[in-house]
């Protein structure tokens, strides 16, 4: 194999790798609140895993209750809700400590009230 072939094989490796391991952004869908462990109130129906970023974004007030310990998440947005979470004794624990901005981010950009 030459140079330029095995030059193009890893750089497309490195690429699949890189595109694999970016984080996906998971909303929360249910402006009335709910369980955070359960999927019907995610968008798409799929909880945020442990390389995702968990995203609430509605525009409503309302509760989040936890009745187990939920994956932990990359990075949690509260952008435009005002929603508390009611842990009921399990641990959430965020861990983009290798993530150039912060693991919890309330009202991201100018204009959010979260």
Request: hydrophobic content about 40%; overall charge negative.
């Amino acid at each position: 194999m030459g140079a330029g072939i095995r030059l193009a094989v890893l750089c497309a490796c490195l690429t699949i790798t890189s595109l694999s391991s970016l984080a996906a952004s998971v909303y929360w869908s249910d402006n009335t609140g709910g369980t955070f462990n359960d999927v019907s109130n995610w968008s798409g129906g799929i909880l945020p895993g442990t390389s995702d970023f968990a995203i609430f974004d509605l525009g409503s007030t309302y509760n989040v209750n936890f009745v187990a310990f939920p994956s932990n998440n990359q990075k949690l947005l509260i952008r435009n809700d005002n929603v508390s979470f009611d842990l009921g004794g399990y641990t959430y624990t965020l861990t983009a400590a290798d993530y150039p901005q912060a693991s919890l981010t309330v009202g991201e950009v100018t204009g959010d009230v979260g």
